[in-house]
C-alpha cells in the first residue's frame, strides 16, 4: 500500500453531501463569482483571522500581487523577503516593477532572519514580505517592531500557514495586510485555486475589493487600474463548508508531526523546529538530511511506495530571473544550504496510524543502511 504525501479524496468523503448541496444551489441560483456564498466565506475567514476584513480572490499569488498593488508598492521600491519559499512570494513583488531583496533565513525555523532585516534596509524599503514557511509563524514581534520603527509595511506570506499563531494572534493578522492560498495542497484546500487576503485597515480593504474588479469603485468607474481577481462562489460555498474543520485538520497533522518527532528522534536526520509559543500548522513535515543522504532518502522512500518532496531545491535568488540582483551562490548560506537538504515527507490529517508507522519504518531502515 503506498502512502501519498497527500489525499484530497479522503477530506473529501465524508463532506460529498455538503459539497454536493452547495453545487446545486449554486448551479440553481446561477450566481457563480462573488455574491453571498463569496461573503459568507468572507465573514467567516475573518472571524477565524481574528480581522476585522477578509477578501477572496483567485489565488495565493493574487492576493499578493493585490496587497502590493493597495500599497502602492512599483518601481524603484524594494520589499525584503525570504529566498527560501515558493516562487510566488517574490514574483509578486517583481510584478509591480519592485525590487525583492533577499535576506537569509533562520537555518532552524527556515523563516526570515529577522536579526538581517535592518541591515537590508535602504530608503528605497517600502515594505517586509515574511513567510509563515511549511506552517509555521516567523517572528512576527520583531518583524512588526522593525517596520514601525522604519516606517514599513508588513505583507505577511501566509499562504502555507493558515490556522498557525504567533503568541496567540493568527498568522496573517499580525502584519498591515496577510496574504492565504487556499491552492489544493494547503491546509485548507479549495477545489482549484483560491486565495484570501485579510486586514484590519478599512481603507485598504475597500481599495482591494476595488482592485479586485479592475479598480472599479462604482458602476462603470475606474479610478486606477486593477484586474479580474474575483473567487467563484463554488470555491467559496467549499472553502466556508471545511473552513469549521480546519482546527481538526491541523490538530491531526500535529499529531502526526508529534509522532514523527518521537520517532525519528535517535536517527541523525533533523526534525522541525518547535517551540510553544508558536503553534505550527505543518502544511509540510519537513526533514533536514545531512551529508548528501537527501536524494538517497527521498529515492528511498519513493521505491517504497511513499510521497516525498522537495520543497525547494533552488533558493529563489539562484534562480535565473534572479541573476541581475547579484545575490549569487553563497550569499546567502543558510538558504542556500536548506535547498539541498530537506525533505517533505506525508503529513496530510488523514494518515493513518498504519502509513505513518511505514513511513517512519522506511526512513529507520534508510538509517540503518547509511
Ligand atoms: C509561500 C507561498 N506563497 C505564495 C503561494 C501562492 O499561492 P497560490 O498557489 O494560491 O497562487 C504559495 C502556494 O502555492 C506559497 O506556498
Redesign the pocket.
Known amino acids: 500500500m503506498p502512502v501519498p504525501l497527500i489525499d484530497l479524496g479522503r477530506q473529501h468523503e465524508p463532506l460529498m453531501n455538503e459539497i454536493r448541496d452547495a453545487f446545486e444551489r449554486i448551479v440553481k441560483n446561477s450566481a457563480f463569482i462573488l455574491g453571498e456564498e463569496v461573503e459568507r466565506f468572507e465573514q467567516a475567514l475573518a472571524r477565524y483571522a481574528g480581522t476585522k476584513y477578509a477578501i477572496g480572490v483567485t ?6 500581487l493585490m496587497a502590493l498593488m493597495a500599497l502602492d508598492i512599483g518601481p524603484g521600491d524594494e520589499v525584503i523577503t525570504s529566498p527560501f ?2 516562487f ?2 517574490a514574483g ?1 513583488i517583481s510584478r509591480v516593477g519592485a525590487k525583492p531583496v533577499f535576506i537569509d533565513i533562520n537555518p532552524r525555523t527556515y523563516n526570515l532572519q529577522w536579526e538581517m532585516i535592518e541591515g537590508a534596509i535602504t530608503e528605497k524599503t517600502k515594505a517586509i514580505m515574511p ?1 509563515h ?1 511549511f506552517g509555521l509563524s516567523a517572528q512576527m514581534d520583531k518583524i512588526t517592531e522593525i517596520a514601525e520603527k522604519h516606517g514599513l509595511k508588513v505583507i505577511e ?1 501566509a ?2 500557514a493558515l490556522g498557525a499563531r504567533f503568541g496567540d494572534k493568527m498568522v496573517g493578522s499580525m502584519g498591515d495586510v496577510g ?1 492565504y ?3 489544493p ?2 491546509n485548507l484546500a479549495a477545489m482549484g ?3 484570501a487576503l485579510v486586514t484590519n485597515d478599512g481603507e485598504l480593504a475597500c481599495r482591494l475589493r476595488c482592485i479586485r474588479v479592475h479598480g472599479m469603485d462604482r458602476a462603470d468607474h475606474f479610478p486606477e487600474v486593477g484586474g479580474n481577481f474575483r473567487l467563484d462562489a463554488f470555491k467559496a460555498a467549499v472553502l466556508a463548508l471545511k473552513l469549521p474543520h480546519l482546527d481538526t485538520y491541523c490538530t491531526q497533522r500535529r499529531a502526526h508531526a508529534d509522532r514523527y518527532g518521537q520517532q525519528l528522534e535517535a536517527l541523525p536526520i533533523g526534525t522541525p523546529f518547535e517551540a510553544e509559543t508558536r503553534y505550527h500548522v505543518y ?1 509540510q513535515y519537513t526533514v533536514r538530511v545531512h551529508g548528501g543522504a537527501r536524494e538517497p532518502l527521498g529515492h528511498h522512500l519513493s521505491a517504497c511506495g511513499i510521497g516525498n518532496r522537495v520543497y525547494y531545491s533552488i533558493p529563489l535568488h539562484l534562480q535565473p530571473c534572479y541573476q541581475h540582483l547579484g545575490q549569487g551562490r553563497g550569499s546567502l548560506p543558510n538558504a542556500e544550504e536548506a535547498a539541498d537538504e530537506v525533505l517533505s515527507i506525508p503529513v496530510f490529517p488523514e494518515m493513518t496510524h498504519d502509513e505513518q508507522e511505514k513511513v517512519i519504518a522506511a526512513i529507520r531502515e534508510f538509517g540503518q543502511a547509511e
Do not use: E, M, P, R
Open positions: 489565488s495565493g499569488t493574487d492576493a499578493l519559499t515558493f510566488a512570494t509578486s513567510v514557511l506570506d499562504a502555507q496574504c492560498s487556499f491552492y495542497t494547503k485555486d483560491a486565495g502544511n
